[in-house]
């Protein structure tokens, strides 16, 4: 059963827009306390992007794309959501969402906190 899957990237001029979801399962929201998007860029490290708390919704944003991005959640749906504003090349990169479990150990910017990854989705920002 596919845990988390997401959708939305896609080629998208700089300044533009995108909003990527990121569907869960019942059995990954159960024991989430963040969902978090993380993205990959060629030859580099996993980096982390935006996380919300599950229950509480608070929100938490990696310094460069703060003021641009908003992550966002709907619980009756289990989607969580990432609205990608002013966009520029340097976010190029796969998208991948990401749901925590126990123990629960680790900050919620921290790769190795989360057991679960859906399959990410490519965003391509044109100069």
């Known amino acids: 059963q596919v845990q988390l899957e997401e959708s939305g990237g896609g080629l998208v001029q700089a300044g533009g827009s995108l909003r990527l979801s990121c569907a869960a399962s019942?059995?990954?929201?159960?024991?989430?306390?963040?969902i978090t998007w993380f993205r990959q860029a060629p030859w580099k490290e996993r980096e982390f992007v935006a996380a919300i708390q599950w229950s509480g919704g608070s929100a938490y944003y990696a310094d460069p794309v703060k003021g641009r991005f908003t992550i966002s959640r709907d619980n009756a749906k289990n989607t969580v959501y990432l609205q990608m504003n002013s966009l520029k090349p340097e976010d190029t990169a796969g998208y991948f969402c990401?749901?925590?479990?126990?123990?629960?150990?680790?900050?919620?910017?921290?790769?190795?906190?989360?057991?679960?990854w859906g399959q990410g989705t490519q965003v391509t920002v044109a100069s």
């Open positions: 990401a749901a925590d479990g126990p123990p629960w150990s680790g900050t919620y910017s921290d790769p190795l906190r989360y057991d679960l």
């Open positions: 019942e059995r990954a929201v159960s024991t989430a306390l963040y």
